[in-house]
């Protein structure tokens, strides 16, 4: 079955169009890249899909059941993990504890007062940040970290309710090209292994031509090209929005000359 | 209804509702270029009152019209301008870049110091005021009389508000306010002379509010009350409006002048009320005001102020919570019975600043009411003793009850804010119970409290009653530390840090704030409760807004950066004023000092710099990456 299935997403903000018709679907185990220029609308989108937005109208199916208009938190429950464009943690937790909370609420002990919670899931959280590389700052406060580092704490958080769906708004923002490549790797082999898919907005064309399986190319709120990377790469209008016309033919004039 | 009579009441509206707007929109500028919300400008529109009751009536004596008078209150006025800007230059200067909290409190020790000079200088009896010459008689509209001098106060309301639209639009001065209200920091990158900028913005706020208090004095007998009184009302009308809107305190006061006039018809005693619900319903429907907006810098991740780590008892900390323990124990069998009398009530406010330090340590919800729950369990088990008949133990039992009841009806709606607009409704939602308290007299005794609650016979004696005291609240304390460590207080602590990763991670944001929010105002009802049974009595000082502050100063004091911190700040705190208060006339100004030198160079308290103390040690003497 289809794991995510969007239909005729729209979402205005006053008299601003941030998402018109919007569609696409996901597997299991696929990466889905949604690029743009800023204020294409893809932080939208993805804020839909996660519930912090509502849609003005359209279907998020998520495993057959359409989820729009529910809070993140019943959409994180049926299964949807997620990063933000600026990281968020729990800046007064270490590492562990962050993952740990994330490892509590999956088991649904929120409101549990019985132990000690620092002492809660901390093999199941180290076996996480096992995953992403960073089991040797466990105990270090999050707050200290690096930001590629807080990214990968992210993304074990995100991974610890076990989510059939990622959703991961521009992964690599604000870390070097290097880590970059690193997490998008260790992204694209975690989906495959565990069966998961991965929605993501990138601003980085080598980070997203490497690691997606499918690219949609948002613009002013929609969908002007979607397909393999080669068939977007090749997309004349795709070239015209991220080029521009004189960008377009300086390129070609580049290429021959190189050739 | 009578049409006359509906002109004339709402004309009386517009009255109070100029005098309000022309106060509320001094603070509303203050906060929109400074962000302090300035407690102490009740403060300066007092200051005003009691300058133009002096002035005044001398510049009268020389020639008895209008222009003199109109002089006196121009002049009143201008000198409270020169106080806020000295006010600005001194104290506002440096804690621009403190938390909000912090800001609060420095600014209430203002008011504090300004109530005990003024007493010391003018007398504590209240002060008839001169009359406005030409202005005593009346107009008669409708054939009702209404006073010309209220017709005239609608008019300057008015001229205040063309007087200041000119200058916002039309000065150098006046586009700076508004684009510093929009985006202090862009202003600062512009190379705009902040300093000058802001002391010039508190010159014009302080003005404003001496000029209102100035004005007052024709209508009221100058007294001490009136910051604190004032200071409610110009809060409610500013966070109506939206903070930082001059428009929006207009049309704030405008309603809240007519709901007063006409509340008054319907329900006189609980206008106040009426007043706050108002304000509680706007917040609810518009988190922001009517015309406020959301703050730039939300989204940012900033380090909260509050509880950071939490470490368990080492050794040192068991041996000293033991001796602790030894000595609360020890204490009625080798002290005196003074003695026992402030451990009971050092215990009762210990467990009372905890549940604050609950909130704001770790849930970053800031209570600027949390008198109200203490109150709310002090007056159910005095009311439940002498009205209801019931017995000691009952009573205690539903004291917390019935506060944490009140606190998850209030906390409701606290909840969905947050910062200095949750300060706000924390702090309506204290004043409502105040006034009802204060003013329901034949349920509550109004003024007097209420008297007779004493303990059961077998806890009577003074030493039994100090052990109940202390099984009962070290019991909630640790019970409440023990839900810190607990997944609940993680959870807690994750909506604080980030609530948009704890949504996201499935936490319900707003349940467990709410959860918080309940426990901690039963928590301080038990406080309350044991409270009532060792004075006897009860009255509406326990649920004042300084009942309030001596908490959060408590917090304050022990640390807002640990969980045991309050404990030793509410010793620290109540010792120190049991033993202070009755040597002097001027505690007021004392503690108003005391608090502003905190904020100024003690922020993280008693117990947070030792810990800072402790570890610095530790980090000299382990090699990095020991622990």
Redesign the interface.
Same mark, same amino acid.
């Given at each position: 079955m289809t794991l995510l299935a969007v239909s005729g997403l729209n979402k205005r903000f006053g008299g601003v169009v941030a998402a018109r018709d919007v569609a696409f679907s996901l597997q299991a185990g696929e990466l889905l890249a949604i690029i743009g220029p800023n204020g294409a609308g893809k932080s939208t989108t993805f804020n839909m899909v996660?519930g $912090?937005l509502r849609p003005d109208s359209g279907q998020v199916m998520l495993a057959g059941e359409n989820v729009a208009g529910l809070?993140? #938190?019943a959409i994180?429950?049926r299964g949807v993990?997620?990063t933000?464009q600026?990281? $968020?943690?729990?800046?007064?937790?270490s590492v562990a504890?962050n993952v740990?909370?994330?490892l509590?609420?999956?088991h649904g #002990?929120?409101?549990?007062?019985?132990?000690?919670?620092?002492t809660?899931y901390r093999l199941e959280a180290l076996d996480l940040l096992d995953l992403v590389g960073m089991r040797g700052d466990a105990d270090r406060?999050v707050?200290e970290l690096a930001y590629g580092d807080v990214k990968r704490v992210e993304l074990a958080?995100a991974l610890?309710?076990q989510p059939k769906l990622l959703l991961m708004d521009e992964p690599t923002a604000g870390m070097a090209p290097k880590e970059r490549a690193q997490l998008m790797e260790l992204t694209a082999s975690i989906a495959r292994q565990r069966q998961i898919g991965v929605l993501f907005t990138e601003h980085d064309m080598d980070a997203v031509f490497a690691h997606a399986d499918t690219i949609l190319v948002l613009v002013r709120g929609e969908i002007i090209a979607s397909g393999k990377p080669d068939e977007v790469r090749a997309n004349a209008r795709v070239k015209q929005v991220y080029l521009g016309d004189m960008g377009v033919e300086a390129a070609m004039r580049a290429r021959r000359g190189r050739a | 209804m009578d049409p006359a009579f509906i002109v004339i009441q709402s004309l009386s509206g517009l009255a109070s509702a100029s005098s309000l707007f022309i106060i509320a929109s001094g603070l509303t500028i203050v906060f929109g270029v400074t962000r302090i919300v300035n407690f102490a400008h009740g403060s300066l529109y007092m200051l005003g009152a009691y300058l133009a009751v002096t002035i005044v009536p001398m510049l009268l004596e020389v020639d008895r019209s209008l222009p003199m008078f109109l002089l006196g209150v121009l002049l009143s006025a201008l000198i409270v301008g020169v106080i806020g800007a000295v006010m600005e230059i001194v104290l506002l200067r440096r804690i621009y870049h403190v938390p909000e909290l912090f800001q609060l409190l420095a600014t209430f020790g203002v008011v504090l110091i300004v109530q005990d000079l003024v007493i010391k200088l003018w007398g504590a009896v209240e002060i008839p005021g001169p009359r406005a010459p030409s202005l005593r008689h009346g107009v008669f509209i409708f054939d009702q009389r209404f006073p010309a001098y209220e017709l005239f106060l609608i008019g300057m309301g008015l001229v205040v508000l063309g007087l200041l639209w000119l200058l916002m639009q039309k000065t150098r001065f006046g586009v700076l306010i508004r684009a510093a209200t929009q985006d202090r920091e862009m202003v600062g990158a512009l190379g705009v002379n902040q300093a000058w900028l802001f002391t010039g913005t508190l010159f014009l706020g302080a003005f404003l509010a001496g000029l209102g208090g100035a004005l007052q004095i024709p209508r009221v007998a100058v007294n001490t009350q009136m910051d604190i009184s004032i200071i409610t009302e110009v809060f409610v009308v500013t966070v109506i409006g939206g903070m930082g809107s001059v428009p929006g305190a207009f049309v704030a006061a405008l309603i809240i002048g007519q709901l007063q006039a006409f509340g008054i018809l319907i329900f006189p005693k609980i206008t106040l009320v009426l007043v706050f619900l108002l304000m509680a319903v706007v917040l609810v429907v518009k988190p922001w005001g009517l015309f406020g907006k959301p703050d730039a810098a939300a989204g940012r991740a900033i380090l909260p102020e509050g509880i950071l780590s939490l470490k368990r008892f080492g050794r040192v900390d068991t041996i000293i919570a033991g001796i602790a323990i030894a000595v609360l124990l020890a204490l009625p069998i080798v002290g005196d019975n003074y003695m026992v009398k402030v451990g009971i009530e050092v215990l009762v406010l210990a467990l009372a600043a905890f549940s604050l330090q609950f909130l704001i340590g770790v849930g970053g919800i800031v209570s600027f009411g949390h008198a109200a729950y203490f109150g709310l369990g002090a007056y159910a088990a005095g009311l439940l003793v002498t009205r209801g008949g019931m017995a000691m133990e009952p009573a205690l039992l539903l004291a917390p009850l019935v506060a944490g009841g009140f606190a998850a009806l209030f906390g409701f709606f606290i909840v969905r804010l947050s910062g200095i607009y949750l300060a706000m409704l924390t702090l309506a939602f204290a004043q409502i119970v105040y006034a009802v308290c204060f003013q329901w007299v034949a349920f509550t005794g109004g003024d007097n409290g209420v008297v007779g609650v004493w303990p059961s016979a077998w806890a009577s004696s003074r030493q039994v009653y100090y052990y109940l005291v202390l099984a009962m609240t070290l019991a909630a304390i640790i019970a409440l530390r023990h839900a810190i460590y607990a997944p609940f207080g993680y959870g807690l602590r994750a909506a604080r840090d980030s609530a948009i990763r704890a949504d996201a991670i499935g936490i319900d944001v707003g349940r467990i704030r709410w959860f918080a929010f309940t426990l901690s105002g039963a928590a301080a009802g038990l406080a309350g409760g044991l409270y009532s049974f060792s004075k006897g009595s009860i009255d509406p000082t326990m649920i004042s807004i300084p009942m309030s502050v001596d908490f959060l100063v408590m917090v304050l004091v022990g640390g807002i950066q640990t969980v045991i911190g309050p404990v030793v700040g509410a010793a620290a705190f109540h010792s120190v004023k049991d033993f202070f208060m009755p040597l002097t006339d001027f505690w007021r100004l004392f503690l108003g000092l005391s608090i502003i030198m905190m904020v100024l160079v003690f922020p993280r308290g008693i117990a947070g710099a030792t810990s800072a103390l402790v570890d610095r040690k530790r980090s000299v003497t382990l090699p990095a990456g020991g622990v």
């Open positions: 996660g $912090q809070a993140p #938190r994180w429950r993990g997620r933000f600026i990281a $968020q943690t729990f800046v007064s937790m504890e740990q909370m994330a509590i609420s999956w #002990r929120v409101f549990s007062f019985r132990s000690r919670a620092e809660l406060p707050r958080v610890a309710s | -």
